[in-house]
């Protein structure tokens, strides 16, 4: 039987993306989304939940919330599991890998929770479905355990593959943005999708491909599959025509000239190739130049930048040295915008810049900075 019933789901996402994702929700229609520490909770059907895997560009996953509640031992959070309506969520045959995570809690053995929860949801579907033994040989429910203090929230992952795996990246360069983060990225700049935009230091081209993906309205999830897809209880055709929607609205000749340019050939290569695998030949043109001698013939450009951050010891001073190539960019360019995310904190001082705005934000571990300059 299709199951239609409004559940809580959160779109997790990293330290500073919460605003954003939120944003993203309630663009989507989920008006009553609830930014909290590492994501955003909003209640929604199945096929909700379905669209916004498919949509979302800024969120990690988007997980169901099963259970939730105070444990201070290990017997309440298994009755709070056991009690959990799970026989209503998973077929007999399901496949219940269970990870992990505990932070400040009493219950500090992370193996010890996902062995008692998975213990409490096995116990559950035996009784429910009459039976003696599960085969496990179904689709995937991907169980977690999250516990914060003596709080513990046990979710299913509707996604599978993290929401940052479009299916455009296959090979990985010096430093990568992630997708979601470049995506982030994308709107917090006051770029609108519609005037020329270049990244003058592209790497493997994460932050033109997200920027294309904007301009063209396409859903981030078109290329890939989710593990919701399979569940059995889920109206398959609802979420095909999820799918569909989005096919129809995917306009590649929305996207206004989008280009980049790196120092490194080897960058180039794979950038050329995520291009290709991101369906965007033609799209996004892109060349070998030093930032230092770039100079394009356009006005009004919006500048998107993962430069080094110099990092390691020695890389440094090169860093520094690239830095204040940025101000020379700016006066080589009539009208143009600049926005450059970096952990060096001394970017402003270096580069002679003064941002208009500044983002706090996480790339991985490293606290950045984004920054725009006009
Ligand atoms: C942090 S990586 C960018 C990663 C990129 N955002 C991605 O997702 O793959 C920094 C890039 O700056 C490039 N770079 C370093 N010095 C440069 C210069 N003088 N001119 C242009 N690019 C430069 C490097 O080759 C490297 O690809």
Redesign the pocket.
């Known amino acids: 039987m299709i199951d239609t019933t409004i559940r809580t789901f959160i779109a997790t996402a990293s330290a500073g993306l919460e605003g954003v994702v939120k944003r993203e929700l309630i663009q989507l229609g989920f008006r009553d989304a609830r930014a909290e520490l590492g994501g955003v909770r909003f209640r929604t059907d199945f096929s909700g939940a379905f669209r916004a895997c498919m949509w979302l560009s800024c969120a990690d996953r988007v997980l169901l919330v099963v259970a939730e509640g105070r444990c201070e031992t290990f017997e309440e959070l298994f009755q709070l599991v056991r009690n959990a309506p799970w026989a209503e969520l998973m077929p007999r045959d399901a496949r219940i890998p269970v990870s992990g995570r505990c932070a400040r809690s009493r219950l500090m053995s992370v193996r010890d929770c996902q062995a008692i929860t998975k213990k409490a949801i096995v116990d559950h579907l035996l009784q429910a479905y009459h039976a003696r033994t599960l085969p496990e040989s179904g689709a995937r429910f991907q169980v977690d355990v999250a516990l914060h203090g003596d709080i513990a929230r046990v979710t299913l992952d509707a996604c599978g593959d993290a929401l940052n795996r479009r299916g455009y990246r296959t090979l990985?360069?010096?430093?990568?943005?992630?997708e979601t983060l470049?995506a982030a990225l994308v709107r917090l700049s006051a770029w609108q999708g519609d005037t020329p935009l270049h990244?003058?230091?592209?790497?493997?081209?994460?932050?033109l491909i997200e920027a294309a993906f904007y301009a063209a309205h396409r859903a981030p999830g078109l290329m890939r599959s989710f593990d919701m897809e399979r569940w059995p209880h889920v109206d398959a055709a609802a979420l095909e025509n999820i799918r569909k929607d989005a096919q129809a609205q995917y306009d590649p000749g929305r996207i206004p000239p989008i280009s980049g340019?790196?120092?490194?050939p080897?960058?180039l290569k794979?950038?050329r190739h995520h291009i290709r695998q991101a369906e965007l030949e033609g799209k996004i043109q892109i060349c070998q130049?030093?930032?230092?001698?770039?100079s394009l013939t356009q006005t009004g450009v919006c500048f998107l930048?993962?430069?080094?951050?110099g990092e390691r010891l020695g890389d440094r001073r090169?860093?520094e040295s690239?830095y204040r190539?940025f101000r020379p960019l700016m006066a080589r360019h009539d009208g143009c915008t600049l926005h450059v995310i970096t952990s060096h904190p001394g970017f402003e001082r270096v580069s002679g810049l003064r941002a208009q705005k500044r983002t706090r934000l996480y790339n991985g571990r490293l606290e950045c900075e984004f920054m725009r300059f006009v």
């Open positions: 990985n360069g010096e430093a990568p943005l992630r470049a990244d003058p230091c592209c790497g493997t081209g994460t932050l340019s790196d120092i490194s080897e960058a794979l950038c130049k030093d930032l230092r001698e770039l930048c993962n430069p080094p951050y090169q860093c690239l190539a």
